[in-house]
């Protein structure tokens, strides 16, 4: 990485809160926090903010990470915008456009989970892997790849949380998705771990019963990406995920089962490498930002 050295901006731009942040490689060196209320109220203080650090630090490039769903196609009129989003106010909202006001340098944007995604693969747990996914379980469930360095686009970017598993016939629970219901999302996130046991994930104590069923659930999920990404690491953040060493084992421990012994070398020892939390904790999504801008720099 050539500028890891460089005056890099950034934007993280979160369903909850939003930080503008300067950097130096890892090196957060001044940052500004708002809460994520609606578009008027986020981008025009963030942009002064932005602007007024730029006395000071000479930033080369500035890279947004931002939650979705974004465009990300270069040659639609809409590429910047966040599109259809489920957030209040912010459907269609030209992020691109409100920094390419006072801005002529280069600009980095991608999802929150892609730019965490290469922030890990810069400087976290998955340095130098030619294949690596990072999922973020909290309030939702969303996950990016990153391929030979490089976020993975085509049609729009992944969204795996709606993607849909086989499920145990019987745990009959319905999801908390508005748009599919039993998706993955609507499975494990938050909101639904709480609709399922009347109590937020953190209250849950690590023997109650739930654990075995969203082990088994998130264990149908990774085992499916494993199977069409071939990952070397798959790094798994967020709330539901804090500080659950046991329940990353019992995740390990279903995708061993359903795995059966088809891959070679991928045994239970295996997956203790390559399914970890990522190494940056609650940078990842800053720095992602970050790393958004560097790659934006030496493109």
């Known amino acids: 990485m050539k500028n890891d050295n ?15 942040l300067i950097a130096r490689g890892t ?3 001044d940052e ?23 006395e000071k630090y000479d930033f080369k490039a500035i890279g947004i990470a931002s939650f979705g769903p974004v465009c990300l196609d270069k040659n639609s009129p809409e590429f910047g915008f966040i599109t259809a989003t489920p957030k209040p106010n912010w459907s269609n909202t030209d992020v691109i456009g409100s920094v390419k006001k006072w801005f002529d ?3 980095g944007f ?27 379980i909290g309030t939702g469930l969303g996950g990016g790849i990153i391929a030979n360095g490089v976020p993975l686009h085509g049609f729009m970017h ?11 016939h019987q745990h009959d629970f319905k999801g908390a998705c508005p748009f599919h219901g039993d998706c993955i999302e609507g499975l494990v996130c938050g909101p639904a771990i709480k609709a399922r046991t009347g109590k937020p994930a953190e209250e849950l104590m690590k023997e109650d019963p739930i654990w075995e069923i969203l082990a088994d659930e998130i264990a149908e999920f990774l085992t499916n990406l494993i199977y069409v990404a071939s990952p070397r690491k798959i790094l798994i953040g967020g709330g539901v995920m804090h500080d659950k060493e046991y329940f ?10 359903k795995l059966g012994n088809y891959i070679h070398d991928l045994d239970l020892s295996a997956l203790g490498e390559m399914i970890i939390p990522p190494k940056l ?3 990842a999504g800053p720095l992602g930002a970050i790393a958004l801008g560097i790659a934006a720099l030496e493109k």
């Open 27 to 29: 090196e957060i060196l």
């Open 105 to 107: 340098g280069p600009i």
């Open 6 to 20: 460089q005056l890099i901006a950034g934007i993280e731009l979160g369903g909850t809160k939003t930080i503008a």
């Open 248 to 257: 990353f084992q019992k995740i390990r421990n279903n995708i061993n089962d």
């Open 110 to 136: 991608d999802t929150d989970v892609n730019g965490a995604g290469l922030a890990e693969y810069y400087w976290g747990a998955s340095q130098n892997c030619d294949t690596s996914i990072y999922v973020t």
């Open 158 to 168: 992944p969204e795996m949380g709606h993607m849909r598993i086989r499920r145990n």
């Open 32 to 54: 500004f926090r708002i809460p994520s209320t609606s578009p008027e109220e986020v981008l025009e203080p963030v942009s002064n903010w932005l602007k007024k650090a730029r």
């Open 281 to 283: 904790g609650d940078k």
